[in-house]
């Protein structure tokens, strides 16, 4: 069965101070890494795909990076705006063919930036 | 905005009666997903349609659950006889259809509230 988990939990940052979130997997074959972003009450909103090791994107303050194992988001010089749930998930075929494919998501990291 | 589209955003229904959750997809779109945010729970897979074609409904409850993407207007995610544990986030998300392209952009979801 396919798992995905990220850590930490929740993170708590000053306002410029670099960090990184976690996020690790198993599965048989993997076929996308995503990551979205989600603020209360709202729809996960996409930021990133990787595909294969040693892929990397960067958007604004956001860089994803992707191992044979896992991936991070790193996240330089964050600012309250900043602040949302960390969503990670990894594409897993319905079936073989030309289907597509569910997600399977990680908890989440719940990110804080204070002022 | 052409965007994923949910209605009705907040949805309130008595134990035993049914409710119908609505999802039109991104313009250009062919492939819906449906899935399910319990309260301190992360995002599950439910169920994966093209028009008129159900592809994976592995996550779907057996019973009481079902879903369609009929040719003309919005998948239906339908929940027969709803009981309090039906009380979630549902969340639709669509995607190109496209070899190469697998992004799910996501809806603002449906919250179900059963008292």
């Known amino acids: 069965e396919d798992q995905v988990t990220q850590s930490p939990e929740a993170l708590r940052l000053q306002e410029g101070e670099s960090s990184s979130l976690n996020c690790s997997y198993t599965?048989?074959?993997?076929?996308?890494l995503f990551w979205y972003r989600q603020d209360p009450g709202k729809g996960p909103e996409f930021l990133f795909t990787l595909y294969s090791a040693g892929e990397e994107k960067e958007k604004e303050r956001l860089k994803a990076t992707l191992t044979k194992k896992e991936s991070f988001l790193h996240i330089t010089a964050p600012k309250p705006e900043d602040s949302a749930t960390y969503l990670c998930?990894?594409?897993?075929?319905?079936?073989?063919?030309?289907?597509?494919?569910?997600?399977?998501f990680g908890q989440g990291t719940i990110l804080t930036v204070h002022p | 905005n052409a965007g994923v589209m949910q209605n009705p955003r907040h949805l309130v229904r008595r134990r035993g009666q049914e409710a119908r959750l609505r999802c039109s997809p991104m313009?250009?779109?062919?492939?819906v997903y449906w899935y399910r945010q319990l309260p301190e729970e992360g995002l599950k897979f439910m169920v994966y349609l093209q028009k008129e074609n159900i592809i994976d409904e592995s996550g779907m409850p057996k019973e009481r659950f079902s879903a369609e993407f009929p040719k003309e207007g919005p998948s239906i995610l339908r929940i027969q006889q709803v009981v309090r544990g039906d009380s979630a986030a549902y969340f639709c998300a669509s995607s190109h259809g496209q070899v190469g392209i697998y992004e799910q952009y996501f809806g603002p979801g449906t919250r179900l509230t059963v008292t």
């Open positions: 998930a990894v594409r897993t075929s319905a079936g073989g063919g030309t289907s597509y494919g569910k997600l399977t």
């Open positions: 599965v048989s074959g993997l076929r996308g």
């Open positions: 313009k250009g779109h062919s492939h």
